[in-house]
């Protein structure tokens, strides 16, 4: 079903295009050949490595006590074997320096456009000020991109921004949906957008408004148990659980002089990737 799902395809042709050797180029489901080329040696011994206790990591959110959660787990994961916690396996990936572009042909009435640029780790100082960037111009009715592309030009059927920070890597990207006609216009809209934003910055009103945004997407993301023990996880990970109250107050620490020297520095057009699944524009 996944491969029939056009946003789905686009991300994973997006980040098989913006890296080269990191493992999250690879789509979640695996590939036919990379099932082919298993070895069962190998896939024993990264089963014995990996999953180890010290290696394994439960979140959990609800009307549940600590108590109860560790006998649960002690009873269900008495069988796993001690061990300590791996290391991320290296990668040596390289640094785009240039512009990279990639199409899937469908046939189908839209075309799906996603263009980025790499950005930074979960961990990095610069990810606040990508966030709200993120919400300048492409979350919301009042976002940039929005405004331009969907309310005055009516160029495309849907755009929102998206940003995504890992251990050690991370993007920023748009994403669209329009006629493969328009194409080529939608994508200089997008540039022009991070050009002025390169060159301006963002108001005052701008900036408050993105961080209230920020707060009232962390309140509903966090509306669920689900919601929270995945949170919680994803960051348990890392080793360091930041709280709701934390999240926001990093958010609000950005200042307009931090947005306009993370746009300058991340939003270039030397080194961007654009990728397509759809129809082209008829030549």
């Known amino acids: 079903r996944r491969a029939q799902d056009q946003q789905s395809v686009i991300f994973d042709l997006f980040a098989e295009t913006i890296w080269q050797r990191h493992p999250l180029r690879y789509p979640i489901r695996g590939t036919l050949e990379g099932l082919h080329n298993l070895e069962p040696a190998s896939l ?25 959660v560790r006998w649960l787990v002690e009873q269900r994961f008495a069988s796993l074997p001690a061990g300590p916690e791996q290391a991320p ?65 009516r160029l495309v059927y849907s755009i929102n921004t998206v940003t995504a920070h890992y251990e050690d890597v991370g993007y920023f990207a748009v994403h669209t949906v329009c006629d493969p006609q328009n194409l080529g216009a939608v994508q200089q809209a997008i540039f022009d957008e991070w050009n002025r934003l390169r060159r301006e910055g963002v108001s005052a009103d701008e900036l408050e408004a993105a961080k209230s945004n920020y707060a009232g997407t962390q309140a509903r993301r966090a509306e669920t148990n689900l919601a929270v023990a995945s949170i919680f996880g994803v960051q348990g990970l890392l080793h360091r659980v930041e709280t709701f109250d934390e999240a926001v107050a990093r958010i609000d620490a950005v200042r307009r002089d931090d947005v306009l020297r993370v746009a300058r520095k991340y939003l270039s057009l030397d080194r961007y990737v654009t990728v397509t699944v759809g129809r082209q524009a008829d030549t």
């Open 44 to 68: 024993t011994s990264f089963y014995r490595q990996r999953y180890v206790t010290g290696n394994a990591l439960l979140a959990v959110c609800g009307d549940i006590e600590h108590a109860e």
């Open 89 to 153: 396996l290296p990668v040596e990936e390289r640094p785009l320096d240039e512009p990279r572009t990639a199409h899937l042909a469908k046939e189908v009435q839209l075309t799906s456009l996603l263009t980025g640029v790499p950005t930074v780790s979960m961990k990095h100082e610069d990810r606040s000020a990508i966030k709200v960037i993120e919400r300048v111009l492409g979350m919301g009715g009042s976002a940039r991109l929005y405004q331009h592309l969907r309310e005055e030009a």
